[in-house]
């Protein structure tokens, strides 16, 4: 079990809008930045969100994230098919001074 | 451009040991640190820790202390994960993935625990 949380599913229609949370505590969502990673099926993860909000360069305006205390959230909006995938939160943690990846969080597009 | 090129798969029985290599082109190597992930059948990713493409410290995560040993070839621009005693239980995909310098200090190393860019994942299948 992570330490980390997030549901291990999420859905939704085309064009709808899905949010993904990610709980942690205070060694670490709480006092350092949360990245986002989406993993399409069977490929590398790739970076979405950095800092809790920024993105990549070429990562559509669709997708943003958010912080607030100990918990963070991804924002997917206007739901496409290819949107379909794993997404993976992670942030250093002060306590353990080492790194941690959420469960992931499985998204359909219904 | 930005690339990383990691070895292909493996087959190996249990007991053995397996090296994977990660080769990267396109950035200054010694800019960024390299991170190993794994990730089993299934199951999400772990952090198994980082290597200063500097001076050629290894970070190990709780769980990857032992049998795993992270290593460089700095004028190839290649990085090694070497796994010894394999187990069954150590059959999964290892990513490697570049970090830039940020304020995350551990030894000689401070990463910004941001990963970039990712190799293609190298599978490590353990079996009698």
């Known amino acids: 079990q992570s330490v980390l949380t997030q549901p291990p599913s999420a859905s939704g229609a085309p064009g709808q809008r899905v949010t993904i949370s990610c709980s942690g505590s205070?060694?670490?969502?709480?006092?350092?930045?949360v990245n986002w990673y989406q993993q399409l099926p069977g490929t590398a993860p790739k970076l979405l969100i950095y800092?809790?909000?920024q993105r990549p360069s070429g990562v559509p305006d669709r997708f943003s994230g958010s912080r607030s205390g100990t918990s963070a959230s991804l924002s997917v909006s206007g739901l496409r098919s290819e949107d379909e995938a794993d997404y993976f939160c992670?942030?250093?943690?002060?306590?353990?001074?080492?790194?941690?990846f959420g469960g992931g969080t499985k998204l359909t597009v219904l | 451009q930005v690339q990383i090129l990691q070895s292909e798969s493996e087959l190996k029985n249990p007991g053995a040991s397996v090296k994977v290599s990660c080769k990267a082109s396109?950035?200054?190597?010694?800019?960024?640190?390299l991170n190993w992930v794994r990730q089993a059948p299934g199951q999400g990713l772990e952090w198994m820790g980082w290597?200063?493409?500097?001076?050629?410290?290894?970070i190990y995560a709780r769980g990857f202390t032992g049998r795993f040993v992270f290593s460089l070839d700095t004028p190839v621009r290649t990085a090694y994960l070497q796994i010894s005693s394999l187990k069954t239980e150590d059959t999964a995909v290892y990513y490697c993935?570049?970090?830039?310098?940020?304020?995350?200090?551990?030894?000689?190393?401070?990463?910004?625990?941001?990963?970039?860019?990712w190799g293609q994942g190298s599978q490590v299948t353990v079996s009698s």
């Open positions: 993935a570049r970090d830039p310098k940020g304020g995350y200090c551990v030894g000689s190393g401070c990463y910004s625990f941001r990963f970039d860019y």
């Open positions: 396109g950035y200054t190597f010694s800019d960024y640190g």
């Open positions: 290597i200063n493409t500097n001076t050629g410290q290894a």
């Open positions: 205070s060694s670490n969502i709480g006092s350092n930045y």
């Open positions: 800092k809790n909000s």
């Open positions: 992670a942030v250093w943690d002060d306590s353990l001074s080492g790194g941690l």
